[in-house]
Nanobody
């Protein structure tokens, strides 16, 4: 199995920046795409950004130009640099890893990001 541990959440004022990191351990060979999802109170969890093993990225429209996802395959880490944060970015952010094995996916425990206005 795969374990994902996030770090880097916190409280920041609007316009500020935060960097989230996620370290994967365990059966790393099972992982393909990695990404970040978020869930705000009363809302469904949504994909924020994802990156393939080859480095191809995609973002939800609301964060394009502000967030950057990156991946270090040698260190088994994925990071999310979040700039120009807005109050609507407030949510619990979850690291996610897809698997080469159908039906498998892995999740971190989540880290809170709060943006004050």
């Amino acid at each position: 199995q795969v374990q994902l541990v996030e770090s880097g959440g916190g409280l920041v004022q609007a316009g500020g920046s935060l960097r989230l990191s996620c370290v994967a351990s365990g059966s790393i060979f099972r992982i393909n795409t990695m990404g970040w999802h978020r869930q705000a109170p009363g809302k469904e969890r949504e994909l924020v950004a994802a990156i393939t093993t080859g480095g191809t990225t995609n973002y939800v429209d609301s964060v394009k130009g502000r967030f950057t996802i990156s991946r270090d395959n040698a260190k088994n880490t994925v990071s999310l640099q979040m700039n120009s944060l807005k109050p609507e970015d407030t949510a619990v952010y979850y690291c996610n890893a897809g698997s080469w094995w159908p039906g498998e996916a892995y999740w971190g425990q989540g880290t809170q990001v709060t943006v004050s206005s």
